[in-house]
């Protein structure tokens, strides 16, 4: 396959798994100061079947949607504001968490299921550190608080969607092609 092709399908799966996380956002268990949404679920999806690169090309595409103003981010938010707001980190800990999440999964040639699950808890560890900084900066909670409010009540649901994704990638991963 020539490089051209190759850039397009991967151009073509980073707009999809932007997409999909978009669509993810609407998803909302609505709790405060932090909805439960699925966009983790595709953020961890994109790393694992997308590798690194494609995997956060595909969420910087998500919250460059967000940022121009479609109300893609949790809740149907929308604009640089959220961004600056208590969950930005997160929606920065997205692009990064899948990068990290693709990079640990290109280091095995048939990564299995534990493997699958460490990148996946790995790249969600990384999201919730974003998540956590910020969330504790703009909302002026102590980082002990901030764990308290941003990652305790998400743990179970994270669980939850950590496993659905290790059983989803193992079945998708011969079908998308890097």
């Known amino acids: 396959m020539d490089k051209s092709n190759n850039s397009l399908r991967r151009m073509v799966y980073a707009a999809m798994f932007g997409a999909l996380t978009a669509i993810g956002s609407l998803i909302v268990i609505p709790l405060q100061p932090l909805p439960i949404t699925l966009q983790t679920l595709f953020t961890g999806l994109a790393g694992v079947l997308l590798g690194g690169t494609t995997g956060a090309l ?3 595409v998500y919250v460059l949607l967000g940022i121009i103003g479609l109300p893609v981010f949790a809740g149907g938010k929308a604009g640089l504001g959220t961004l600056m707001g208590p969950s930005g980190g997160y929606l920065i800990g997205f692009i990064v968490g899948s990068f ?8 095995k040639n048939e990564p299995g299921l534990v493997w699958t699950g460490f990148s996946l ?6 999201i919730y550190t974003l998540g956590v900084v910020q969330l504790s900066f703009v909302a002026h909670l102590s980082i002990a608080k901030a764990l308290m409010a941003g990652v305790v009540p998400f743990i ?6 950590l496993i659905t994704t290790v059983l989803i990638s193992l079945k ?4 998308i092609k890097r």
């Open 58 to 60: 595909s969420q910087v």
């Open 100 to 107: 990290v999440i693709g990079k640990l999964m290109e280091t």
């Open 121 to 126: 808890v790995v790249g969600n560890l990384v």
């Open 156 to 161: 179970i649901g994270d669980m939850l969607k």
């Open 172 to 175: 998708l991963r011969h079908a």
